[in-house]
């Protein structure tokens, strides 16, 4: 097993971030922030044109063909920095989803739209009533001749009400057992009868609750089999556990730094200059450590041609919980102050520490729970018992 990049990998990260540092002006960060909403049209048009929207795929879709350590690169740097890439992973996750199982007319409708910026892409799986349990879905599709309508609420549709689809989950045969009574479609949000109201979370973001009124898509609409919905939703959750978020605790960790070498204290002395503050930075740094090698590893074993099973999980559940650590203990450290609005400009580090702090409790949720990986590595990984 390695973690090092080969040096083409090592040029094109930092072609990605010169890109980014370019890009992201404090003033960019601000008006992202002040929406609540992470994307950004100019934003994704810039990553198609240099070919860093999607570099793994082939030039037709705007790619570079090139590998997987290519792609976490791009990822891990877009988490550093904080971009406004949510709605385009999701909408890449689905076009990828696409080209695996899609009909040749979909794909065409599609991949090329939604690889070049033009289109985008909302997940709808959760729902008011089930969202670790996503197969006990209860938003219904019924078929009338060569369409479906379709009636039902999805929550946490985070960017639903600005994206062009919703892939969603809706249950098509109520007397099947639940994972088999399952279909996925892609719904234009265009579709008369769909509406979606902004649920604002504690991290200042905005997801939405999103309600389906006897919304009628044609069955071109519908991505895999019907009844056939549970093996392509298998797909994306896959995709979705696997993720690591250590580059979080890298920003944090280097913010925090900063502040331990520069803020001023009543002795004269840095923040540094105190042991618990260099335990306290010790302890994130061996956590960013740790969290980078997870995810690292996880990209060895796609490019040996293995599925990450239970390893995406233990990533996933080790960032996203030493995120959360460290974010608490980094506030305890700077005292008060650290509970500063993010981009206070007279706030420790511009308010980051605050503003971490809240965000890092969202990521131990979406994207499967941690109760949720911890089953996955207990049963998959270490084949325990249900
Ligand atoms: C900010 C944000 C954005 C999101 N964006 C999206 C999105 O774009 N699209 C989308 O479809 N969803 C999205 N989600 C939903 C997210 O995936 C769900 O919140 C998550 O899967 C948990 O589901 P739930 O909220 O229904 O909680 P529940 O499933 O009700 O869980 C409640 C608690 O019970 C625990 N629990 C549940 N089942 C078990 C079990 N079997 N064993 C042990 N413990 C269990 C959970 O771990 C959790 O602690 C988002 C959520 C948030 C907070």
Redesign the pocket.
């Known amino acids: 097993m390695h973690f090092q990049l080969d040096p083409e990998t090592a040029t094109f990260r930092d072609e990605v971030r010169a890109h980014l540092e370019r890009v992201l002006t404090p003033e960019f960060e601000e008006r992202v922030y002040r929406s609540g909403v992470s994307h950004d049209h100019d934003f994704v048009v810039g990553l198609v044109d240099n070919g860093y929207f999607a570099p793994s795929w082939p030039p037709e879709f705007g790619g570079q063909n090139r590998n997987a350590w290519d792609e976490q690169v791009l990822k891990e740097l877009t988490m550093r920095f904080d971009a406004p890439v949510y709605l385009s992973e999701?909408t890449r996750m689905v076009a990828s989803i696409i080209q695996q199982v899609g009909t040749p007319e979909m794909k065409d409708r599609i991949l090329a739209a939604a690889m070049n910026g033009e289109i985008t892409i909302?997940?709808?799986?959760?729902e008011p009533e089930?969202?670790?349990?996503?197969a006990a879905a209860a938003t219904r599709a019924v078929r009338h001749g060569d369409s479906w309508v379709i009636n039902g609420s999805?929550?946490?549709?985070?960017?639903g009400h600005i994206a062009d689809y919703i892939f969603l989950l809706a249950r098509t045969d109520p007397d099947k057992p639940k994972h088999k009574g399952l279909t996925m479609f892609l719904v234009p949000t265009t579709a008369e009868g769909f509406e979606a109201q902004a649920v604002w979370?504690l991290s200042g973001?905005r997801?939405n609750i999103t309600f389906f009124s006897d919304v009628r898509v044609d069955d071109q609409w519908r991505i895999g089999e019907v009844d056939g919905g549970w093996q392509v939703l298998a797909l994306s959750l896959q995709d979705e556990h696997a993720s690591g978020w250590g580059p979080h605790l890298a920003r944090l960790l280097e913010h925090a730094e900063h502040w331990a070498a520069t803020a001023a204290t009543p002795n004269g002395k840095p923040p540094i200059a105190d042991r618990d503050v260099r335990r306290r930075l010790a302890r994130a740094a061996m956590e960013t450590e740790v969290s980078t090698l997870l995810q690292r590893r996880c990209v060895w074993m796609v490019e040996q041609g293995e599925v990450p099973v239970a390893e995406g999980p233990m990533s996933k559940v080790f960032s996203t919980e030493a995120l959360e650590r460290a974010s608490q203990d980094i506030v305890e450290m700077v005292g008060p102050d650290g509970l500063r609005s993010y981009l206070e400009p007279t706030a420790p580090e511009r308010g980051r520490f605050d503003h971490t702090l809240r965000f890092s409790l969202?990521t131990t949720?979406?994207?499967?729970?941690?109760?949720?990986q911890r089953?996955i590595i207990a049963q998959r990984g270490l084949g325990l018992p249900r």
């Open positions: 999701t909302a997940l709808g799986f959760t089930c969202g670790s349990d996503v999805k929550m946490f549709t985070t960017n979370t973001e997801t969202g949720i979406y994207a499967g729970t941690s109760e949720v089953t």
